[in-house]
């Protein structure tokens, strides 16, 4: 079992910026994948941005190229996803979420643990 705490989300105006933290814990998270997913008021779960967790390989969603940045610190088992210029079409509540094995599949169903999310809300 993987236990895994979203903080960071919060209230800020178009064009800011906020940083989403993951602390993970309970297994290792060697060999593993690890994501961040948002889900808008009626609208499907989507994947954001990905990382491996041995090597540090990420991948993003078309939407947030350029403006995301997903990374991780080894040593305290942490993920973080930095948002710069925020748009309001970003509000969503957003989720960390672990699959064991990584495979560079990060749709939602391909993920084995998942965090209770955190709300981002960007104002116009």
């Known amino acids: 079992q993987v236990q895994l705490v979203e903080s960071g989300g919060g209230l800020v105006q178009a064009g800011g910026s906020l940083r989403l933290s993951c602390a993970a814990s309970?297994?290792?998270?060697?060999?593993?994948?690890m994501g961040w997913f948002r889900q808008a008021p009626g609208k499907e779960r989507e994947h954001v941005a990905g990382?491996?967790?041995?090597?540090?390989?990420?991948k993003y969603a078309d939407s947030v190229k350029g403006r995301f940045t997903i990374s991780r610190d080894y040593f305290v088992n942490t993920v973080y996803l930095q948002m710069n210029s925020l748009k309001p079409e970003d509000t969503a509540v957003y989720y960390c979420?672990?699959?064991?094995?990584?495979?560079?599949?990060?749709?939602?169903?391909?993920?084995?643990?998942w965090g209770k999310g955190t709300l981002v809300t960007v104002s116009s």
């Open positions: 990382i491996r967790w041995n090597d540090g390989t990420t």
């Open positions: 309970g297994r290792t998270l060697r060999n593993s994948g």
């Open positions: 979420a672990v699959t064991r094995v990584y495979s560079g599949n990060f749709s939602p169903g391909a993920m084995d643990y």
